[in-house]
């Protein structure tokens, strides 16, 4: 099978960079165009992008030219990933939508938008049928994943709320750096320090959580209706958010059935094959200190979410601690694996040149 | 009036350096003498401790021999306090206690001892009353203040307590190194890194807030009926608790009763004029992005409790976060304040030499 | 005596704070004028200042007005203190000095400037006859003092080149992220990390040396023959500037010549009872492990220089670590100094309102 | 080929980690035995040992069982890698040797003892040369790595020495965590801070270097002679070691040459193929910022040897900055290199069972 030809849009932020460490050598998509600002166009990926991730770019992509996240720009084509800040997205996105183009993006945007689905596809694959009659008509369309820190918390709450049912859930965030970007925090505000405060992450996680939990009906998705209250800290990690998490569940569960449900949650694409899928969206820890951020937060190539310490709660009833790596899991890989879904689903097209 | 003469036991550890550095100068108290192991004893303090906090011990202290914590050696006292790990605590504080000495302990060992008053005092002075008896008989007694982390919580749950009444508290603490002592982690272990368990803290907060909120009745604490849900986290910084906290309350209040109801609280010291203690029990930030430990920690001499980000939680009704320095506010400032609390009500005496 | 009134340009930043940090209750000196940038210029000082050395900023200075660098805004001042980027102090420092004040500067722009004494007064107070002539007409200077980095190495020098000659020097600095100023290193660069590179600085400290430690012949400074050698690095440390150091003296020295003429130094300061000078402006420490940056930076309210492990170098003979706070005595504790200096020297004068 | 038995002397330490996840999957060696202390004999690898790399220890290795670091244990392996402290390592590795094992030595008890070949494969192959007649004999032998501060400098050196000679070297590190292993400082030592001394390292680079680029004549090594003089730091970096090297040449060269000399480096491993050889054991950067530690540790697998700003030294005629990953490229990979050369080389036998 041929591979479908991707742009990346906002290629050279630190989501954009991890785009292209996991696009490079995928065997369903090749990068065909990279989009940066118009500071960056016209220059090598390598002139434009400081790379962060190790000591040097991949040589496949170094010498490629950047271009303008413009529609014209990306005719060579056949979907586009995003990894634009907000403010670009808002703007870029629904351009590129219009002009046909399936959108997977990470921003945050689209995420609360009527119409465009908020998908982590072990949980709410269910949900793209929102776009399935826009994909048919070869129309574009946008399909989002949720803010880093929403991510791991959804995945773990899924299968607890399918069996279960959740009613409250109370989050505290250890967040990661990277999760602000190449431009975030200055170092001198995080040395031997913590920042309880992420401006507008709170509000995202308490309410995307509904969103992805709910209910599929026809072409509109019902929110779930879960208390979500969070606490959000940056500290000085690199990557991965920690969470920690209490939970008051619809009906009682023994710890062991809890360990039980998470351990071996399968989710929606299990019987996918999707190249970035973790063998298990879920890895139970039992040592009462893990997970750890830079212990854990690779595992199954970032893509896994470890639960550890599944305990009583004296208040909501249930606790734990959940890890998931902001960048991979919580950004660039969320989003790959949405465009490998949209790809298993028949959902992707090729686009001829206009 | 002749200061007391105070002795401490656990001299070279952190908090013990704390407790040397804050007694240095003290108006109501002298060093008498300074405890530590077999291995420092006989040393001077300079020799034996490892002195962390700048670039030298107190020149006051620095060629005090260092004796072993045996009640005889510590004749010349008429009180200790104690910086004890809590192993040892468990049979040094009691000998002294018996030995007649007033023990004031920063250690574990008894705070949920029956007869031993948990005290921060702002909030329970009044449980002083568990040790009146023995202290007009001349008798020894401990009396012991909260786990470094609970410190905080509790002074900002007093007020709210008493005005709204308090029922259910979730918190997550983001809890600084020193607090594991000069023996605790590792380097590497905090390296891009958190660590999601303190071992035996959870349990401590959430037992230590209802006996500290509890009601005295007669020469007995009627623990409060809070339900308390820890969550706690070691993070890289060296100083300084934070703790995103959610509260329900018993009575619905505004957000601004509630800044109103902390940002004045005075707690029961407010007319004794204790050296240690600050002007305001709490400072309310109205920053969106504080209190942070760096900034924060150190406000009033480390002894307030800076809280901010007052909010409504959308599960338990309100929200907030609080920061206190850990081994101050939380331990050697915490002892302190209260040996200055014994001292203003009568309970210390001057012992004579046998 | 009445205080002289100060201008502080550049007050907002991380040197500007040290400066107002310093100044609130300086017996010689007080604050009359704030400025800072165009953005700036209306507000008060707490609303325009980021203040990061704790919680806030001293009351005295908070409800300040905060005025544009210009020199018809600082007509209430007698002299101005310079905390400005260099490239901003390049036009408004001589503007300050041409209207006639004096200007005490921290900037870089005219370090190499012949006629700009450059200047620490323990070193090199001599070299103030650059601009006794202008002084004495009343008419306005720029006095400077050295780089953060340069500062600590060159008080080390100076009692050994004037004991045994220094003929060469090569010197590895860690220095600290505060060097870099409020809007420096992103947090991302110096986690887990070291950025071998402090753009311009080799060049200044290889430079400012020999300026410094030059011979005055009448009004000309012959610079000091010293081959210099910068290694440059930054560290994830807060303050503080470490610096490890190999000497190849004129004539042979023992160690404990070198310990001795290090430890005694007084400096050309010692009669002049300068508020922030040091009593000794080079501590000697014995430990293996010291100058540490957390322990050591505040010695002397920041103002002394640390000197430690003086040991044989294999190839230049002489080796020795020593640590200097990077904020006070590199940069604001060190201009303040000079300023001192220029006080008791008669060189600063009453300005009369135009 | 039938791959080597290895035993694994140390396993549960960094080190030991480090040769446990590089020899799985090895295609010439295969992990025959583990040793550890008394302690952890008989359990698992995964319950003795404090699996620090990432979420879990290879599961190849999981369930072996720990042994004692004794002869009679490792019957079945056919040589043995010793990353044991140094105290056991001169007690142990002689006896292994003794036992007719080759020891593979990374601990430096024997580096500096005549007979024993303290080799980095590409500079120094040819001192294998010392251990050949024992290995004919096939008797045991030691042969070691040098420390893991002076790998990464003398594979710089020695090109530049062969091309133009050295003469003089002086070298500041910047060292990381891990080279203190899992017991090494506590955490509350680097938070904020560099501590300025590394027992006695500068002692083993100031020695090991000589030996290395010595001579070989017969089975004598003659030391180069080289004066070398090294300044340590211990930063807050986890992985990792950063060196700034000045230098001053036998002869002059022009920076161009020594970035051809350095840059084109092929080391006396080239013709070899050995697994764990570096493609180029030295890659130059270009940016002025390079290198830097997490973003080129990792280079080549962490067995490169990073070099850059190459540029004009002051006061010996050359400065650069090199890195190197300690753990690796300085330790569990340079061992290894070590064990491949001598397989290579037909220094390795087939040990039968007594």
Same mark, same amino acid.
Do not use: Y
């Given at each position: 099978m041929e591979p479908f030809r991707v742009g990346i849009l906002g290629a050279t932020g630190? &989501? +954009?960079?991890?785009?292209?460490?996991?696009l490079v050598g995928h065997?369903?998509?090749?990068?065909?165009?990279l989009g940066a600002s118009e500071r960056s166009a016209g220059r090598t990926y390598s002139e434009s992008c400081r790379w962060v991730l190790g000591s040097d770019a991949p040589r496949e992509v170094s010498a490629h030219r950047v271009r303008r996240c413009r529609v014209d720009e990306f005719d060579d084509c056949d979907f586009v990933i995003s990894a634009l800040d907000t403010g670009v997205a808002t703007e870029t996105e629904p351009a590129f939508a219009e002009a046909g183009f399936a959108v997977v993006s990470n921003s945050s945007a689209f995420r609360e938008a009527e119409g465009v689905p908020l998908v982590v596809p072990e949980v709410n694959s269910d949900h793209l049928a929102l776009i399935e009659s826009a994909s048919r008509a070869a129309r574009g369309y946008i399909v989002t994943n949720p803010n880093c820190s929403t991510t791991g918390l959804v995945v773990t709450l899924a299968p607890l709320a399918e069996r279960f049912g959740v009613r409250k859930v =109370?989050?505290?965030?250890?967040?990661?750096?990277?999760? *602000?970007?190449?431009?975030?925090? !200055?170092?001198?505000?995080?040395?031997?320090?913590?920042?309880?405060? =992420?401006r507008g992450e709170e509000g995202k996680i308490e309410s995307e959580v509904g969103k992805i939990l709910g209910r599929?009906?026809?072409?509109?998705?019902? !929110?779930?209706?879960?208390? &979500?209250?969070?606490? /959000?800290?940056? &500290?000085?990690?690199l990557d991965g958010h920690l969470e920690s998490v209490s939970i008051e569940l619809a009906r009682p569960a023994a710890l062991s059935e809890v360990v039980e449900v998470l @351990? *071996?949650?399968? @989710?929606?694409?299990?019987?996918?094959?999707? $190249?970035?899928? $973790?063998? #298990? $969206?879920?890895?139970? !820890? #039992?040592? *009462?200190d893990r997970p750890q951020p830079r212990l854990d937060r690779d595992a199954e +190539?970032?893509?896994?979410?470890?639960? @550890?310490? =599944?305990? $009583? /709660?004296? &208040?909501? +009833?249930l606790k734990l601690v959940l890890l998931s790596h902001n960048a991979v899991r919580g950004a660039a890989g969320g989003a790959l694996l949405n465009a490998e879904l949209l790809a298993a689903r028949g959902l992707l097209s090729r686009r001829v040149r206009g």
């Open positions: 630190l &989501v +954009g960079q991890r785009l292209v460490e996991r065997p369903w998509f090749s990068i065909s165009g =109370i989050v505290a965030t250890l967040q990661a750096i990277s999760g *602000s970007g190449l431009d975030g925090h !200055r170092a001198w505000e995080l040395v031997d320090n913590v920042i309880p405060e =992420i599929r009906e026809g072409s509109v998705i019902r !929110r779930a209706e879960i208390a &979500v209250s969070a606490h /959000c800290h940056r &500290v000085g990690t @351990g *071996s949650f399968k @989710g929606q694409t299990g019987a996918l094959s999707l $190249p970035s899928a $973790p063998s #298990s $969206p879920i890895l139970i !820890r #039992s040592e *009462s +190539g970032g893509m896994a979410v470890v639960v @550890g310490r =599944i305990r $009583p /709660c004296p &208040v909501l +009833g």
